[in-house]
């Protein structure tokens, strides 16, 4: 009905549903990110982007965590494309979040083969 369909005059969609990723600046990114945790994706990933240790990263969040790493001299977090076409090149299906597996599949593999080789020995992770 046109009441129900009142709210689309209101809404403002995020910017990332209408853009196109940038993955030259999502490599850049990475590199800078990566390479200041010692060449370390995994420690990249938690202690840059997952800082909830969620295990995924929202579009809200990047953002805060892009204008952060911006201040600590992360220049590659603030690409001249600007962040929501950087997020989209890790969030690539727009869920509005990414995951360990889409910020580095080697990582989310071994970890994965990690959690597994602990669950079969020890029934558990922890």
């Known amino acids: 009905s046109e009441a129900e369909l009142r709210f689309l ?3 403002r969609p995020p910017p990332y549903l209408w853009v196109d990723p940038d993955m030259e ?3 850049k990114f990475t590199v800078s990110l990566v390479a200041r945790y010692n060449r370390n994706p995994l420690i990249a990933w938690r202690r840059a982007m997952d800082k909830d240790g969620s295990m995924r990263v929202s579009y809200e969040e990047f953002v805060i965590q892009c204008k952060t790493l911006v201040k600590k001299g ?3 977090a603030a690409p001249a494309c600007g962040i929501a076409p950087l997020y989209v090149a890790f969030d690539q299906d727009r869920s ?3 995951t360990l597996s ?3 599949t080697e990582s989310f593999e ?3 083969t990690f959690v597994a080789w602990c669950k079969k020995e ?3 992770v922890l």
């Open 9 to 11: 005059d209101v809404w």
């Open 25 to 27: 600046a999502r490599e």
């Open 74 to 76: 992360i220049v590659e």
């Open 96 to 98: 509005g979040w990414f």
């Open 102 to 104: 889409d910020w580095d």
């Open 110 to 112: 071994r970890l994965s």
């Open 122 to 124: 020890y029934e558990s």
